[in-house]
Antibody, heavy 119, light 110 residues
Framework: QVQLQESGPGLVKPSGTLSLTCAVS?????????WSWVRQPPGKGLEWIGE???????DYNPSLKSRVTMSVDKSKSQSSLMLTSVTAADTAVYYC????????????WGQGTLVTVSS | QSALTQPPSASGSPGQSVTISCTGT?????????VSWYQQHPGKAPKLMIY???KRPSGVPDRFSGSKSGNTASLTVSGLQAEDEADYYC??????????FGSGTKVTVL
């Protein structure tokens, strides 16, 4: 069974940079190629942030594209997310996911990590 | 890229069926057979329930079924059980390698 674990600071100052890492283990990792990041503000719905392939190809949500950078370290089975110039509106639970199949990017989910933007 | 439209809430008694709609446009739901559905219990990560409109991952009860007509996809939960009470989200491929989620529906088992 594929297991994902997000990690990173739970508190980021306004105008700072949010940085998270996701590690994957177990299951048929080699079959799936894409990581995605999804966030959920407290009490609100899900928002797709973007995706990155194991080879480093990226696609981002147009609304966040100017502030998002994703990277991957295939040797460590890890993906990273950076979000710059954060504001209180970026406070959310951040999830990483692995694809279940083509065009089903949110098949396996991490437990999520809450990031609060506050001074 | 606007969120797909779902009703805020739906409910049903145990054993009954409930259907949740997910309305988009011809650029997302209507344009591709890549609609998926997720169940989220409070404080938990979402769980994939349906993918490619009608397919169920292994382990998901066959009480859960999906369909699509035009720009609207639907999730039906038959034989409602107490553990089905959760938030449900749809998602669709939206072209140009982007994805969009629905606004979410809270299902209450009466």
């Amino acid at each position: 069974q594929v297991q994902l674990q997000e990690s990173g600071p739970g508190l980021v100052k306004p105008s700072g940079t949010l940085s998270l890492t996701c590690a994957v283990s177990g299951g048929s990792i080699i079959i799936t190629n894409w990581w995605s990041w999804v966030r959920q503000p407290p009490g609100k719905g899900l928002e797709w942030i973007g995706e990155i392939s194991d080879s480093g190809y990226t696609d981002y949500n147009p609304s966040l594209k100017s502030r998002v950078t994703m990277s991957v370290d295939k040797s460590k089975s890890q993906s990273s997310l950076m979000l710059t110039s954060v504001t209180a509106a970026d406070t959310a639970v951040y999830y990483c996911t692995r694809e279940f199949g083509a065009f089903t990017p949110f098949g396996y989910w991490g437990q999520g990590t809450l990031v609060t933007v506050s001074s | 890229q606007s969120a797909l439209t779902q009703p805020p809430s739906a409910s049903g008694s145990p054993g009954q069926s409930v259907t949740i709609s997910c309305t988009g446009t011809s650029s997302d739901v209507g344009g591709y057979n890549y609609v998926s559905w997720y169940q989220q219990h409070p404080g938990k990560a979402p769980k994939l329930m349906i993918y490619e409109v009608i397919k169920r991952p292994s382990g998901v009860p066959d009480r859960f079924s999906g369909s699509k007509s035009g720009n609207t996809a639907s999730l039906t939960v038959s034989g409602l059980q107490a553990e089905d009470e959760a938030d449900y989200y749809c998602s669709s491929y939206a072209g140009s390698n982007t994805y969009v989620f629905g606004s979410g529906t809270k299902v209450t088992v009466l």
